[in-house]
């Protein structure tokens, strides 16, 4: 549910009442109107609560759903380089702190072939790690749940439900390891990433810096 168009248009849909309910000058507009919550605010229940109450199409969200209120990097949070923050400017209270470290990782995940990104929806990265020997990433929907581990010899697939082990499987390259998530996810191939494309524009000019 989490990562579904529906509870997109209903986090949508929250913001707006929200924004409705601060009424002109309200305190809290600018963090909402960029797509942030009251740190004190649960986001999920809030969300959740409102789908409980009626329900949202779950067709793909459009470009303007996903330009609204911060939607697309609540979708892809790996593709922010680094860490958002809430500032004091009224006019930009939503800042991303990170250094070129953050940059390249994001671009270089980006480029990795043993990275799907974006996985087929509903699924989302949840975290990641390479170390130059080992690849990790872990994929998550809802109460589904896979890990590829990728030592450089072999690949290890696990599939989790509900926190339970449901299947291994090994693979001798990541290639034949990822052919088996896509299907495993629903999907016969990824979705193309503008990111990735960027990325490639982008390589040459951080070799200069």
């Not at 991303?96 to 995940?109: A, C, H, N, P, S």
């Not at 080992?134 to 109460?143: L, N, W």
Request: negative net charge; proline residues 9%; charged residues 20%.
């Amino acid at each position: 549910m989490g990562t579904s168009p529906a509870y997109f248009r209903a986090r949508s849909a929250l913001f707006l009442e929200l924004i409705a309910a601060q009424g002109a000058k309200g305190p809290l507009l600018p963090l909402l109107r960029n797509g942030v919550l009251p740190p004190d605010m649960d986001t999920g229940a809030a969300v959740r609560t409102l789908m409980a109450q009626r329900a949202f199409p779950g067709h793909p969200l459009g470009f303007a759903e996903l330009c609204a209120f911060n939607t697309f990097f609540a979708l892809y949070p790996e593709k922010v380089c680094g860490v958002e923050a809430l500032t004091s400017s009224r006019e930009f209270p939503l800042t991303i702190k990170g250094d070129r470290q953050d940059v390249e990782r994001t671009i270089g995940l980006a480029l990795d072939p043993r990275l799907l990104l974006p996985p087929p929806a509903p699924w989302r990265i949840h975290a990641f790690e390479s170390d130059g020997g080992t690849f990790e990433v872990e994929y998550r929907a809802g109460a589904k749940q896979v890990l590829l581990t990728d030592n450089g010899e072999h690949c290890r697939t696990e599939s989790y439900g509900e926190g339970q082990l449901l299947q291994e499987r090994h693979f001798p390259d990541a290639q034949g390891a990822n052919a088996y998530l896509l299907t495993y996810m629903g999907h016969t191939s990824p979705p193309l990433d503008t990111l990735e494309a960027l990325a490639l524009q982008l390589e040459p000019q951080l070799e200069l810096l």
